[in-house]
């Protein structure tokens, strides 16, 4: 009953997102929105909105090693297994602006997420929680990163074409049935999706910490996977890493600062190596960047990313 309860609420989350984004993107289009801020917003929050979905359900039921877990593991997941799959199918070309901007970003954010799990350590405090001021700071930053963003493409009027091409307009009767379906299907879905993860938590023995990092993370972080991986088969495997460094700082910044603000999330199954292999794995992809590929991350550097999550994977087994 909970592995159908996982299933079918993922399913439900997934065609939700897809249902709300369309939706969205075409009203917003109907009122003369520009393309690139639909892009930037709508479409952006809709590949993220299975870790956000899961997350605000864990938060508000309580499970905050699920609600945390969701987001760490999802972007381990990214980073290491998405990227590293991607580049078996085609090496990864890096451009200039990203492996000197968004990937440090994405090094910042992870650093930031580090220190404020560690109020034990640096603060003296009980036990280590995200507050609702730090889940405040983070909204900024994450502010602070859609102004970026803006400001950057804004000066790009190639990619403000490519994006008009892509969002279809519906009529609007349509448009509305999509928003409310999806977002009935992601609360329905979220739900359910929290409720079979713990429950096969429960029935294995297995701590929530260790489910959100692992089955949670892997479910919701599906929509990034296919898209990165139909992008290597139509031969443009660079837009995986702009997916995965996208991904990575809407789930921290996003995801996790509106999951604290509602309700402080307790660090007990989420520990410092699983912060410190969030941060090492965005540096490892930097370094493959800058250092080895020249500016490409090849099949064999791809090879050595999934090696290490799977390494990753087995501690947590081990020490669960």
Known sequence: MDILLLIGGLLLILLGANGLTDGAASVAKHFRIPSIVIGLTIVAFGTSAPEFTVSMSSALKGSADIAIGNVVGSNIFNTLMIVGCTALFAPIVITRNTLQREIPLCILSSIVLLICANDV??????QNILSVSDGLI???FFAIFLRYTFTLVSHNPKEKEEETE??????????????VGGLGALIAGGSF????????ARSLGVSESVIGLTLVAGGTSLPELATSIVAALKKNPEIAIGNVIGSNLFNIFFVLGCSASITPLNFAGIGNLDLLVLVGSSILLWLFGIFFGK???TRVEGSILILCYIAYTSVLIYLS
């Open 121 to 126: 350590f640096l603060d003296g405090y009980k």
């Open 138 to 140: 983070l909204l900024c």
């Open 166 to 179: 892509e969002i279809k307009q519906h009529p609007m009767w349509k448009s509305v049935l999509f928003i």
């Open 193 to 200: 999706f929290v409720d079979g993860a713990t429950g096969i």
């Open 295 to 297: 500016r490409t991350i």
